[in-house]
């Protein structure tokens, strides 16, 4: 008769890491919300290529701005500067399971989604950046499973 014998051990200090880590995920949050106010400055720093490009000004814009000290072509969003600010500055509220990037700015909502009573094109200015989910995704299991991938998603966020 043969014998057959399995060893099986247990690593109890991943265990115990994991089960910490999943009680909160404020540090992973925080590089998600830290990672879309990235998105959004390249966006503005980019006229918007990274929504697909933002539609030029028009002509009657172009003669306000010029006519009152801003310059009369680019940038694009940015006269006074405050909308930028505004997006950038936006507040991060974490929880331990939870974010949310507010902007408040009376006018953006009328960047983001355009206005037909005032023709004002769609200049989208907050949005999810292609990839975002999956990388947040792995961010908050290595943030569960500290070994797993750690080095490599930290060289993904900024």
Do not use: C
């Not at 000290?69 to 936006?90: Q, W």
């Not at 975002?132 to 569960?144: C, E, K, N």
Request: net charge positive; glycine share 6%.
């Amino acid at each position: 008769m043969s014998t057959v014998s399995i060893k099986v051990t247990v690593d109890y200090d991943s265990i115990t890491a994991a089960r910490k880590n999943m009680g909160s995920y404020r540090a992973p949050l925080q590089e998600g919300v830290n990672y879309l106010r990235t998105a959004f400055q390249q966006n503005f720093d980019s006229q918007g290529m990274m929504v697909g490009g933002w539609q030029p000004l028009s002509p009657f814009t172009s003669a306000w701005r010029a006519r009152n000290g801003y310059p009369p072509v680019a940038p694009i969003l940015v006269n006074n500067g405050s909308l930028r600010a505004a997006v950038l500055a936006g507040r991060g509220d974490i929880s331990a399971k939870d974010a949310r990037l507010t902007i408040t700015n009376r006018v953006a909502k009328f960047h983001q989604y355009g206005s037909t009573k005032t023709r004002l094109p769609q200049r989208e200015i907050v949005f999810e950046p292609p990839g975002f989910a999956q990388l947040m995704a792995r961010r908050i299991r290595a943030h569960i499973m500290p070994n797993t991938f750690t080095a490599d998603l930290r060289a993904l966020f900024p």
